[in-house]
């Protein structure tokens, strides 16, 4: 019998008698699983209605967080920006992916760039400056920005050079959660792209001490400019 | 006494007079239950949350072979190998086989509560591999070769003295007080390890059943690098880690911040459904993730606790565990900590041996309440020192609950011992503390009350 | 109403006064007592430390003299817990479960029998001190309970409450824990102590005496100001 099997012969076994349900050692137990399929924005924090409030919660969750958000008018004016920011570190080298956005804006910048699409070299991304990318979604509710392989340029673009940009179109604002979820599903099902990450925020720790430091191996910096 | 038993003693023993180690452990869980009380309070209901979290769980766990078979299908469909372990021992044999066959040079780690459990790091050391912890506590206490302190934040018992201190020593780097400096130096040194290493290994904090993926939630981004770079990836998880659903996540991730770290949620929650796909550009060539029981069928098989395998490992009963707060979190003696430790470490190693950590509490339910997923912890901590009776009672706590019962249901006897010990009140300052006092126990550092000149029923009864 | 009171062995034997005060405010109310002289515990001891079918020999005489009575009294969280609580687990698959269920509905105590039950929140009581108060856990977390002494103590007169930092955590007496494990027992009991004097109150007021035994033994060994005082004495003062 393989491993397999007996494991799933013990469980099986374990099974056979039932477990009470939870909060059953509550006095007030349901009898029956009554909240597993409720719909969990009802629990969550509260996103508001609208566009403009939800680009607002994003942007205060960006402060708290001590990410950078720039809501922009113009795909001219997210090119202007990254020359500002490109100017005020000095980048030397950046890395990205093909992309609409990223396309329309990174040969602007003028700087060696390493493109990830078809193989690099791990040594020239670490070395660059900034990884800028595209994104699935950016999440109201946490200040969240879903990324994958696929959208995003492959998985170390937005970890490993110190500074991630991300390129983004107000469009790809959702609400909550849930919501940044069912978007995955409808985009990429039934073939899923291998890595997803929702990232909030730039890298930290609070290992010392309790004590926030940020930069502790991803990116000490994010950007996120939205069109 | 078992050894582990005596070891506790000793260790909370000497803990317990330390002030310092008191403060610093209630200073840092202080900060935390702050931040977790106002992230709380952001919920529109987070007694709902707990409710639906729980459900999830449970029928993730009571569904558990119908969901792991769904699990390993989805993955193996797209090129993952996926290995069974049914104890720790076949689970470090399969790891340290794929690491000779790839003729690994160097391992990179991301942190796994679950590799602790099984000492990984000692079996590939043994067998000649380099592996470097890549998560900034796991890391410090790797060079002072130590366990974990906490599931969740492994260094939370150093200052940043001790740290800069440990960093001089071993990386030869400069003094410094700054936290931000030290974090710096540690990722100045992992940076090249990422680059360099030909292995990954991770944990994983839940594995989602209808699509095939493992989740992982972290704050460094050091997962995300170890999943990224190395050509081989290896993911180690416990059974139970299963849920059922992928938009499960969107209730799970902001609890497990929440409840674990006073997050709203953790800067980095990543999912992964593969090895490197056709058409994409980066990731491991191979992945494997391994399956691992190591008793946790026999926990399932309980079906009084089998709500302890709902655990998320986001380590709350910990942090709000006046005992653990106490005591911290090396007296445990083994790789799960605090309450749900003390529940679940009886059934994954030895009931006998390991039931002083169920006796070692004041049952005050702070755990319990504080669950996300509502795991009946205290309550199994009474289950578990029930079963340990039942198996094998301590020979002379039989005769004494039988003496208390032979008491108790004597009103008239009990009646006599009143005057008794009102004699023996008078004797007994002379033994107070001391060998001879059988209330050493207790009056070592307080006073016993005293026996009142009237009792209650003897008020009672003059009142007729 | 008939109540019945159920003193536990550590209430009868050295903190009378409890159960003397209970029965006082009680009658004033209007109600006849009775105290079953027969019943001495709880049976908590054996069953806390895993030796159920000792505290079954206890409880049993215990479910079976309460049967008939129209309402339980506890002077004590952790007495109540036991018989509200724990009972219907310790009888769990035995005979007896449907007679604990049974008596589980009649358990109180005792502020929340006044608050709940009787709808008594104004004893006419006076008291001018600074008090503050500790939530034993059963209390607190088994039986669910935190308003209830806290809505008695807002009508004393006179006497002003201060909350403690650590009102809800845990004062480490935990019955058996505090001979087994003393010298955890004793730093959570000086976490607790810290946290009350930091408030500057005179007394530190609970509803469950088996903590303040432990924490009144604690302060008397380090000789501290603050006194403990229990619920049941402070509504009787006038």
Not at chain 1, 15 to 27: E, I, Q
Not at chain 2, 360 to 369: K, N, R
């Amino acid at each position: 019998m393989s491993e397999r099997e007996k494991i799933l012969g013990s469980i099986r076994e374990a099974l056979a008698v039932n477990a009470p349900l939870p909060g059953a050692h509550d006095h007030h137990a349901p009898a029956v699983l009554r909240h597993r399929d409720d719909d969990v924005s009802q629990w969550l924090p509260a996103v508001g209605q609208t566009f403009e409030q939800r680009v607002e919660r994003f942007h205060a969750n960006a402060l708290d967080l001590r990410a950078d958000f720039h809501l922009l008018n113009t795909v001219q004016e997210m090119g202007a920006k990254l020359l500002e920011i490109r100017d005020g570190e000095n980048w030397q080298k950046i890395g990205t992916h093909r992309g609409e956005l990223t396309d329309a804006v990174s040969a602007e910048l003028g700087l060696p760039t390493i493109r990830t699409d078809d193989g690099y070299d791990v040594r020239e991304l670490e070395s660059c400056d900034a990884g800028i990318s595209e994104c699935d979604a950016l999440v109201a509710q946490t200040g969240s920005v879903v990324v994958s392989n696929r959208s995003a340029g492959g998985r170390a673009l937005s970890v490993l050079p110190p500074h991630h940009v991300v390129l983004a179109r107000r469009e790809q604002l959702v609400r909550d959660l849930p919501a940044a979820f069912i978007l995955l599903k409808h985009r990429y099902a039934p073939v899923f792209p291998s890595f997803f990450s929702f990232i909030t925020g730039p890298s930290r720790t609070g290992d010392i001490e309790r004590i926030l430091v940020l930069g502790a191996h991803g990116p000490k910096k994010l950007t996120i400019l939205c069109v | 006494m078992s050894a582990p038993s005596a070891q506790f003693k000793a260790d909370a023993e000497r803990l317990t007079h330390d002030l310092r180690h008191r403060g610093l452990i209630q200073t840092a869980l202080k900060k935390y239950e702050v931040a977790r009380d106002g992230k709380k309070a952001n919920y529109q209901d987070w007694q709902s949350a707990r409710q639906t979290a729980a459900e999830i769980k449970w029928d993730a766990i009571n569904h558990l072979d119908k969901y792991l078979v769904q699990f390993a299908t989805k993955l193996e469909a797209r090129g993952t190998k996926v290995h069974w372990a049914s104890t720790a021992e076949q689970a470090r044999e399969i790891i340290v086989g794929i690491v000779r066959a790839k003729k690994a040079h160097s391992i990179i780690k991301s942190k796994a509560m679950t590799a602790e459990e099984i000492h990984l790091n000692d079996a590939l050391e043994h067998a000649g591999f380099e592996v470097v912890e890549s998560d900034l506590g796991e890391y410090i206490v790797q060079l002072r070769h130590e366990a974990p302190y906490h599931i969740v934040f492994p260094a939370m018992h150093l200052t940043r003295g001790e740290i800069s201190d440990l960093f001089e020593r071993e990386l030869g780097s400069a003094a410094t007080d700054s936290p931000e400096e030290l974090t710096m130096i540690a990722r100045r040194a992992l940076r090249q390890k990422y680059i360099t290493a030909d292995v990954g290994i991770t944990g994983c904090n839940f594995a989602i059943a209808e699509t095939g993926m493992i989740s992982i939630t972290e704050n460094e981004g050091n997962a995300r690098l170890t999943a990224a770079l190395p050509k081989t990836m290896i993911t180690l998880l416990g059974i139970e880690k299963v849920l059922p659903r992928l938009d499960d996540l969107a209730l799970f991730l902001p609890m497990l911040a929440t409840a674990g770290a006073g997050q709203a949620i953790t800067c980095y929650n990543s999912l992964y459904g593969g090895p490197r796909q056709p058409g994409e550009s980066d990731g491991p060539e191979e992945f494997h993730v391994v399956l691992l029981d190591n008793k946790r069928t026999h926990l399932l098989a309980d079906a009084e606790q089998r709500d302890a395998l709902h655990c998320i490992r986001c380590g709350a009963c910990l942090n709000v565990c006046p005992i653990y707060k106490n005591v911290g979190g090396h007296t445990y003696g083994t790789t799960y900590q605090g309450p749900i430790g003390s529940v679940i470490t009886p059934h994954l190693r030895n009931l006998q041996t390991w039931k002083h950590l169920s006796m070692a509490s004041s049952l005050c339910g702070a755990c319990t309440e504080t669950c996300p997923v509502k795991i009946n912890l205290h309550h199994h901590l009474l289950q578990n020192r029930r079963n340990a009776v039942a198996q094998k009672p301590v020979w002379w706590e039989k005769i004494a609950f039988k003496g208390f019962v032979f008491l108790m249901n004597r009103p008239r006897l009990f009646e006599l011992s009143k005057p008794l010990a009102r004699l023996g009140q008078i004797f007994h300052p002379l033994i107070k503390g001391t060998a001879l006092d059988p209330a050493r126990a207790w009056t070592k550092t307080r006073d016993l009350p005293d026996v009142a000149p009237e009792t209650f029923k003897e008020f009672w009864r003059n009142r007729k | 109403m008939k109540i019945t009171l159920f003193i536990p062995c550590f209430v009868d034997m050295c903190y009378p006064r409890v159960g003397i005060n209970m029965v006082e405010i009680l009658e004033r109310l209007g109600h006849s007592i009775e105290v079953p002289e027969e019943l001495s515990c709880c049976g908590q001891p054996a069953f806390n430390s895993g030796y159920w079918e000792q505290a079954r020999a206890v409880a049993e005489p215990v479910l079976k003299r309460l049967r008939s009575a129209e309402a339980v009294v506890i002077a004590s969280g952790s007495c109540g817990a036991m018989l509200k609580v724990f009972y219907p687990e310790l009888f769990a698959n035995t005979p007896h479960e449907q007679a604990a269920r049974e008596l589980s509905t009649k358990c109180f105590e005792f502020s929340d029998f006044l608050v709940s039950k009787l709808g008594v929140t104004d004893l006419g009581a006076r008291f001018p001190h600074k008090v503050t108060f500790h939530d034993g856990c059963h209390g607190l977390r088994e039986l669910g309970k935190k308003k209830e002494p806290r809505e008695l103590l807002a009508k004393v007169r006179d006497l002003e409450l201060i909350e403690m930092g650590e009102a809800e955590t845990c004062c480490g007496f935990g019955g058996t824990f505090a001979a087994k494990f003393p010298m955890i027992s004793t730093a959570m009991g000086e976490v607790k102590c810290g946290s009350a004097m930091q408030t500057g109150a005179d007394y530190i007021v609970s509803n469950d005496s088996s903590c303040l035994m432990h924490i009144q033994g604690l302060l008397d060994r380090e000789g501290r100001r603050i006194r403990t005082i229990h619920i049941a004495e402070i509504l009787n003062e006038r």
